[in-house]
């Protein structure tokens, strides 16, 4: 009997090792308490919905439809290295971000992003550089800049501890911990003409990463607009995955404020109940109507847009957009008036366009003294009047003038050249360069001027103002160009491969493939003109 006693003894202790050990663990849950601790210290008491994600893929391919259907194009963007600050985060940020734009603009092409510098003073040198004398190398209209600004470590942390043993022969510890850090990011941008903020376009999210003491499960929590997104993290991402979300996230806000799009619809977040959206909506809309023209000009676009109006965009009242907002008020359920206020705008973001049923005919600008103009809410002074030209009978053929400033027809190399298009009536006109190597690029409109429509009245000089140069190549290959006119704005109807992206080449082989286009688009009821680019 003796002889067996330490063998039973080590059956008894290693039995009741087991059993405490598998009681503590009912004792020692950390992981829901630091949960609980953070979810109160980061959004208080209120109760919120959580999704759980896997990334903001679903949220880019949202944006990508919406920059389509909002008529959003030709944006170019800088991005400066994104930096961190806290230099705990090892990851290449500014990648994320190209990434995370390249995939919100597979369709649409709306956005391109140019990778360049560390560092203001490399930006400021790159747009110097920027002036040279091709159609390509054109100054983007915005820089994005900002940095990993925040990551706080153990904000909130659990451990405990249980232990057991039987000397000499067994001991037995269990451990069981969790933590929380919080990774936050800035981001801001600039436009490119003085490089300020501009005001309102910034994104400042942070993510709650849960570590527990295991050490290969981590979860990480995005909180937006009364939304919470949950994401389960593997060892091998760890919180580079987590700020991979964090960016996507700031993509999709940044974006959506730029291009005055409503991103909170790609988050899941509900603009009439939530208090955050209803500011911002409100802030763009003060912003936007401090000079009116911007304000104006929005909804002559989205109205052209939508088929309710048939005019210049140029921020100037007439009887056109007065008759196009009236029609797109009593079509939404709103009081059929010529106003533009707050709750129009409100309901213009928030209205699902695809349940709006386009008119039988725009309403279209004659050109004539407008006897009304569209009254803003609050009221201010009277705008000044667009300018009047002849109005132009409907029925007119419509026939396209292409030419050189000075009617020159061979340029040297590297020569500035000027061109001056006119329709014989108001027209849309669209104008594409085939270059030395046989690409074909659109080049108006563009993204200085977005407007497609031009007067009979008033020749469309290229470049004009526009930031962009036109030259003569310099092995002095003869370049074409090709501008066509249209009756009406057909750009939506174009395939995306003819629109592309401004001064980028198009997939289009031929201008014989870009003239198809635009017939299959406008029923053959369009005009073209060709000029010759030659070599002296």
Known sequence: MKALMPSFL????????IAGAVAGCSTMEVTKQTVEQTSVARVGPEQTPFRTITGFSSALRCMDNMMIDYGVRDVTMLVEDILDQTKKVNAGTRDMLI?????????????RVVAFGR????????????QRQSAYEVIPQFDIKGSVSQFDENVIRNQKDAGIGFQPFINLGISRDAASNVLGIDLSVLTTDDMSILSGVTSRNSVVILKTGKGLD????????????????????????????????????????????????????????NEEIKLEISDWFYAMSVSRIELIG?????????????????GQFNPAIDEAIANYRAAIGMSKEALIDEALFKAYLNTDQTTISRPEKPAVFAAKPPAQQVALAPQSPTSPQAPSVPAQPDNQALRLSLSS????????????????????????????????????????????????LVSAAKPLALPGRMRFQLVMNSKGV???????????????????NIVGTDFEPVSANSMEQIRAAFVNATGGALAQETFHVQAR
């Open 10 to 17: 080590r059956r008894v202790g290693l039995a009741a090792a």
């Open 99 to 111: 990434t995370a734009v390249s995939d919100m603009t597979r369709r649409s092409r709306a956005i």
């Open 119 to 130: 560092d203001a003073t490399n930006v400021i040198s790159f747009l110097a550089s920027a």
């Open 218 to 273: 981590a979860d990480a929590a995005y909180h937006k607009f009364g939304v919470s997104f949950s994401m389960s993290l593997s060892k091998s991402e760890g919180q580079a995955q987590a700020l991979r979300g964090l960016v996507e996230l700031a993509v999709v806000e940044l974006m959506g404020k730029l291009t005055k799009t409503p991103y909170w619809r790609c988050l899941g977040a509900d603009a009439n109940t």
């Open 298 to 314: 929005y909804f002559q676009n989205q109205m052209r847009r939508r088929g309710f109006y048939e005019g210049p965009i140029d």
């Open 405 to 452: 400033a000075n009617n020159q027809t061979r340029f040297a190399r590297g020569e500035p050249i000027s061109l001056l298009v006119q329709p014989t009536r108001d027209a849309h006109v669209y104008c594409f360069l085939q270059d030395e190597n046989a690409k074909i690029i659109r080049f108006y409109p563009n993204r200085f001027a977005k407007d497609s």
């Open 478 to 496: 003869t370049e074409t160009i090709s501008c066509f006119a249209t009756p009406r704005d057909v750009m939506a109807q174009l395939p995306n």
